[in-house]
Structures are given as C-alpha cells and as structure tokens.
C-alpha cells in the first residue's frame, strides 16, 4: 500500500511539472483563443430565424452543434500538438538525464505526462464548454445539465488522443507519432462503416479488417453518444459496450507504453 502511494505521489509531482510546461505553450493559448471565437458562433442560431439554415433545427440544438463541433476539433488538435510538443521537451536527453537520476521509476514518468498533459486539455474543455453553457443560459434562461454530460464524453476522447499519442512517442520520439496519432484518429471516424467496404474482399483479408476494426478506438461512437446526450440526434446506440472498450484500449494503449519506455535504450 505504501508503494502505490508512493507512486502516486510521484505522479502527481511529475504531472505538477508537465502541467506548468504545458502552460507555457503559446500554440496552446492560440488553439485556445480560437476555439472560443468559434464557440462564440453558437450565438447565431439565436439571432438567425431561418429554418433552412440549420436544416429546420431549434436554436438551442443549433447553437449545440456548433459548440460541439468547436470544442472536439480544437481538443483534438490540442491533444496533438501540444502533447507532441511537450513529449518532445520532457523526452529531452538533459530532462531524462534529470529525471532519471532521482528515484522514480519509468512508467511513472509516463503516466506523470499523461496525467499533466490532461490536465491543460480538462482546463481547456472546462473553459469551451463553459462558454457554450453560458451562451445557452443567456439566451433561454436554462441550466441545461446536457451539456455538462453530454460534452463529457469528450474527455474520453482526449484520454484516448494522449494515450495514443505517448504510445507512439515511445516507438518514434519524433513529429512521426503525432501523424501516426492523426490517422488512428481518422480510423476512429470510418471504422463503423469500414464492415461494408471489406466485405468486397477475401475472407482473410476480411477477417484481419475486422480484428483491426475492433482494436480501433471507436471515435465515431463516441461521437454518436455525445450527440445523443446533448439531444442533437436520436440514435440507437448501446453505450455500456462502447464505454467499456474504450476504457479497456486507453488501459492497454497505457500498459503497452509503460512496457516499452520500460525496456532500458
């Protein structure tokens, strides 16, 4: 028990240090400024009374759309970026070098980075979606607690960007893991409609494509689920499923790059 609070004391030290970096980022103030800009366009569905310009939705399903898709695509390039770019100055060889010269342990340096890194981006999703909130309140007086769930899944979302991200840093410490990180993203997107397309194909082949499906992170879904919570569409979507195997790929994304950046170089 002392070792694990041992541990967890080192990570959150780590996490301190990587969080103050991060905060120095001044690419991550940029994204931050410009997702705000873009939240602030959730106003317009209030002051536009034209049902073809938002498809026949109403303002506060309008105002949300543009909030959501805001606040992901910003959380994902913060993710990215910025991750990519603190890996790059903690990995340092004189950081390294410092920090393995005192008792800590590998795998504890790399969930202190995660750990400091999600904590800049849950400051930048508290701040976005803060703001979509408030535009909502101010326009129809509503407290609307579907925001506050529904925006939530994409903090999972930014779990899975960081621990895909640092997995990859362990393989290629370089700007290649965060392309790597990109096109698992975009497989995320495709892989509910991928099935159909490799039905086409030989059955070994199909049955590959479906084991690559699965280890996927299904991003589309979780997509599907936030858009439900927050009242957007009304799709059939069974969450337990999807939650759990998202849970289970950032526990094994992690483990899998404590493993590596274990092994000694």
């Known amino acids: 028990m002392s070792n694990l609070l041992e541990s967890l004391r080192l990570i959150r030290v780590i996490s301190k240090d990587v969080f103050r970096q991060a905060s120095r980022e001044r690419l991550m103030y940029g994204f931050l400024v410009l997702s705000l800009l873009f939240v602030l366009l959730a106003n317009v569905p209030f002051f536009i009374n034209d049902p073809r310009l938002f498809e026949g939705l109403p303002a506060k399903i309008a105002s949300i759309q543009i909030g959501f898709m805001g606040i992901n695509i910003f959380l994902m390039l913060t993710s990215v970026f910025i991750g990519l770019s603190v890996l790059q100055d ?11 010269s005192k008792p800590v342990k590998r795998w504890q340096v790399l969930e202190g980075v995660f750990f400091g890194l999600f904590k800049v981006l849950f400051l ?25 769930l529904g925006m939530g899944i994409s903090l999972f979302l930014v779990m899975i960007y960081l621990s895909t991200l640092i997995f990859f840093y362990t ?55 936030s858009m439900n919570m927050l009242g957007i569409f009304e799709l059939e979507i069974n969450y337990f499923p999807i939650l759990m195997h998202t849970i289970l790929f950032i526990a094994a994304v992690h483990v899998l790059s404590c493993l590596k950046f274990s092994r000694p170089r």
């Open 90 to 100: 903690v990995f340092s060889e004189e950081n390294l070098a410092m920090l393995f």
């Open 124 to 148: 930048n999703w508290l701040i976005m979606v803060s703001s979509l909130w408030m535009i909502i309140y101010f326009h129809i007086q509503q407290f609307s607690p579907d925001i506050w």
């Open 171 to 225: 393989i290629i410490p370089n700007a290649i893991s965060g392309i790597l990180t990109i096109f698992i993203i975009i497989a995320g997107f495709g892989v509910s409609l991928s099935r159909e397309y490799f039905l086409h194909f030989p059955s070994y082949f199909f049955l590959l494509a479906k084991i690559g499906t699965e280890l996927v992170p299904k991003i589309n879904l979780l997509f599907g689920v």
